[in-house]
């Protein structure tokens, strides 16, 4: 029923009828709604007491009739209450989507003056406290707002508060997402037409590509260099920069600023995904609750199945990494991965691709100088083979370290060795960082040698080198001149027989040389004469077939003269001063212990020993040593029981 009618019939006066008619109050549902709203008329235009009373009954009489329900005020915030708790997690994000829907509708002096009372918080939080809870909020008492402007936000109010109630009755999960996602893209691209399917699908990819061929997120001249400039679609041939400059007829300068201005504003005008619902788990099988997410090849094969344009790889990398941007970072460099490179940086790692890693562990971890790292390793030169071990080599890129972070680092690590660098851990864990060198002569030789493992002759050396690397022309008398000192090689005896230096030190049976060699080094630290038998102890550690009279006569007839024997069997250098007794005995100091033992038979050895050392003020092995060769020639005997006899 209109006003007018009412007027007509008698129902309310004539003062009554214009007041409502000059406020825009048509009909009775118009009168009850006003009255439901504000609980009283006064504040309208033309309405004294008379008139509010008047209108007050009619809505009252009138309430069976309409399809309001009369509540008081108090009825009203009791019920927006009860709804407003009864909002979940997801429902109050679309209730905020739907506000800022709704608030960019409003013209300027509407949106300006809700913000100046909102405090700019178009929350529905700030709203329900400010505004749908609020006993003593009046929409009129609003500063700088006029009569259009009130209505205005009346009806703002209004349509949140059934927007509430329609929200309320939906239980389907897939639907509150879909209408979620339909109003944050229309906030987003407010002057664009996004199509209700692609609304409906939810799909970020298919809205991704939507988006870049309908020009929304580039103008025409943007788009062309980010599909041939930059590793978007599978499809698109990457060009140069000076290719592109020709084709749009833009210098080199220009299209190399565009390309590096897109790849900055891409993250941000993606942005919006990450506020997007969507189940990447069951439509792609891409799992976020790892320490980091590997995009495998189904995954990519499923995103891209029933699209003419196919993604690449690294771009959709890229939009995972904007929809999971607040739990995972992007590790490696943007430009290395996405960018069409002629030159590649020098003092850093070019990166292949790049890798969506848990916040905390870039955090804690410096990814950017591990992998700088590791390609100063594998690019500077390597003249022999090494491991690393990774757990180890981790540790140095950690401040603080931590078992359980190692153990979290560890597969990502990995991950990055074989995919930036080809290369793959031992049994061990180890990294192997192989030689990178050509090998010189000798070194065919030494790992020949090493291979034996044992002492060899140069035919065998070279048969081992021919196996080792068939295709390496050498002979035996290259081999043979390559078996030297400077190269790591040690002789043995003068039999074309060597050894490697480092198995000296290795081994306790191994020394390589002559015998007088050996003898040579054992006296250089000496300050005193050896016997000849302490001599032959040392040299019986290597060399297992000489005697004492060999070994004098190879001493005596050195060429070089470096050694001087002196009576019964001492030896020394003749770099060397000897002042001590051993080196002036005479020659009938045998038959002197020979007529001792014979004048003591069964004497033991240690008597004897005692004997002479005191008789020749000799040092008590030495005296050992004079008896030991005695008995050796068969001038004296000794029994088990150490005793001497003649």
Known sequence: MTIEELFLSNKISARSCNACIDNNLNTIDDL???YLENGTFDKLRKCGRRTNEELILVCKSYASSTTLKIVTKTDEREYLEKILADLNKLKRDIVNNYISFSFRKMKARGQNALLLFLDKNLKLRNISE??????????SSLKNVGGASV???KFFIKDLISFIEHIITIDDESELINLKNSLYLKNVFSDSSIPNELEQMNDIFVLVDYLINSYVLFNKNENYILNKGIKTFESSELLSIEQIANDLGFTKERVRQIRVDIIGRLPNRLSFLSDLETDLVSKYNILKESTFIEVSKESIEKINQS?????????IIFILSIVFAQDYSLVGNLQDVMLYKVNMARERHNWKGHYLVKKELVEKFDFTAFVNDLSARYEQRINKKYTINLKGYLCEFIEQIDLELLEELFPIAKKLIQSEFDQLLDIDDNL???????MSGYEYVYNALETLGKESTVEEIYLKIKELYPSYDTDVDKVRSYL???YGFAPIGRQSVFILQAWEDKNAGVRGGTIKDIVYDYLKDKDHTVHIFELLDEIHRYRDTTNANNVLTNLNLDPQKLFIVFTKGFVGLTSKTY???ECKLKRSVGKDIIKYVKNNQGVSFSKAVEYLSNKLNIKVVSAKHIIREIVSNGDL??????????
């Open 130 to 139: 400010l505004i749908l809870l609020n006993p003593n909020f009046n929409v």
């Open 307 to 315: 699209r003419d344009y196919k993604f690449t790889t690294e771009f």
């Open 637 to 646: 005997t000794i029994n088990e029981l150490n005793e001497l006899t003649k």
């Open 579 to 581: 002042n001590e007794n």
């Open 151 to 153: 209505e205005q936000i």
């Open 32 to 34: 009850v709604g006003y």
């Open 484 to 486: 030297k000192r400077e």
């Open 432 to 438: 192997i960082f192989n030689r990178n060198t050509l």
